[in-house]
């Protein structure tokens, strides 16, 4: 098949689907109620750029996410949680756009293209639902930020790295991590002095500019240990706690459902282009990030499923049903049928509709359906590839 002709079928359906389930299908919890909610930090960040209070006091990390609570202020809306909904739509529209380039790129046929859109607009922590469900977060301008991020890669244009950093670097503080790994790419690509020098650049100015926020919006009694104590701090709990590792792992399945068993589908995976290496690079990068940068693990492991579930769909035979197959047996995992559930009125349902909450006895159930469909489709896969040979 052919890739839709400039993706306008595809992105006007997704903005579709967008539209109709941030505004019919999912409701949004009182979060006031939730004192560990992330939405306390972007709403007391947002009430000072909208002039409601006089000084910015907000927590680090989330003193350094200032760019969509300043959006957020700007718009003409009485509720703010109303104007978090609509610039994060915004952002998933663009990431969703850019995602669309990306596949274009690599030639995906239509039924590749309007599968992932599909599995990643119908999952339950994927680019819609989740982020309708919280809306006061950052998170669909970080999917953004890694899918402009790989298509500058994928296109060589290394000249917007610069204005593209300074931007994102307000929006999540990962996005330091995320082009200091473009820049070892580039060297490991064997690119020229001038791009190397250019993505260097970017990467110098990135960290001036996280030091600038942290001084400007540092907000009283904020305890800003830094990003490496909260990764040493997030690395402790992992080594002193198995449970943990557990719980990621099932939130991994959660995310890829039978995707890892596509390794298994081509020899392929062995002679990586550089569309295949900058693809792995930065999603192991996002994944490991995943499990180091807090207990939320579903929902950050997700930031890395684009980007792994488009190498895994590039290296097998566009005709073949194997990839369909992986995306199929992964369905269970979607929460297709009904709402993600208030925490507030049914916590249980909550927690287990999630890994890394709950009783760790509601972690089984994901671990073995995870491990049984990917062991049986990496048998299939295996063989199948052997015998093509």
């Known amino acids: ?61 989330y003193n350094q996410r200032i760019l969509i609570s300043w959006l957020a202020a700007q718009l003409p ?37 309007i599968a992932l859109l599909l599995f990643f607009s119908l999952h339950f922590a994927g680019w819609l639902r989740l982020h309708v469900f919280d809306p006061v977060s950052t998170d669909p301008a970080q999917m953004a930020i890694y899918s402009i991020g790989i298509y500058l890669m994928l296109y060589r244009k290394y000249a917007y790295f ?35 020098t250019l993505i260097a650049v970017a990467v110098l100015l990135t960290f001036i500019e996280l030091i600038v926020i942290n001084a400007q919006f540092s907000g009283s009694g904020t305890p800003s240990k830094g990003a490496i104590y909260s990764i040493y701090n997030n690395l402790s709990l992992l080594l002193n706690d198995p449970q943990l590792l557990l ?3 099932a939130a991994f399945f959660v995310v890829f459902g039978g995707i890892p068993a596509l390794v298994f589908s081509s020899r392929k995976y062995w002679e990586w282009d550089t ?49 369909m197959l992986s995306l199929l047996v992964s369905l269970p995992f979607l929460h297709l049928i009904g709402h993600i559930y208030d925490p507030l009125k049914k916590r249980e349902e909550f927690e287990a509709l999630f890994p890394e909450y709950g009783v760790i006895e509601g972690v089984w159930s994901y671990l073995i359906y995870g491990v049984i469909v990917n062991l049986t489709l990496a048998v299939i896969f295996h063989f199948l590839s052997r015998k093509s040979r």
């Open 1 to 61: 098949m052919k890739p839709l002709p400039r993706f306008g079928m595809v992105y006007l359906a997704f903005v579709g689907l967008a539209c109709l389930a941030a505004f019919v299908l999912q409701p949004i919890p009182n979060f006031e109620e939730l004192p560990l909610a992330d939405y306390h930090h972007y709403l007391a960040a947002f009430d000072y750029f909208a002039g409601y209070v006089d000084a910015f006091e907000v927590r680090y990390p």
């Open 247 to 249: 719980r990621w792992i």
């Open 275 to 323: 569309a295949d290496k900058i693809l792995v690079i930065t999603g192991l990068s996002i994944l490991t990030l995943s499990l180091i940068g807090g207990q939320d693990y579903t929902r950050l492991i997700m930031f890395s499923a684009p980007v792994l579930f488009t190498f895994g769909i590039k290296n097998v035979d566009k005709e073949k049903w194997v990839w």
């Open 77 to 113: 809306v009485a509720n703010p949680i109303h104007a978090f909904l609509l610039i994060n739509l915004v952002f998933t529209m663009i990431g969703a756009y850019f995602w669309l380039k990306i596949w274009g790129f690599l030639k995906f046929s239509q039924l590749q293209i």
């Open 162 to 196: 610069l204005p593209f950093a300074l931007l994102a670097l307000p929006i999540k503080e990962s996005t330091l991590v995320l082009i200091f790994a473009f820049l070892l790419l580039a060297i490991w690509l064997g690119e020229s002095k001038k791009n190397i």
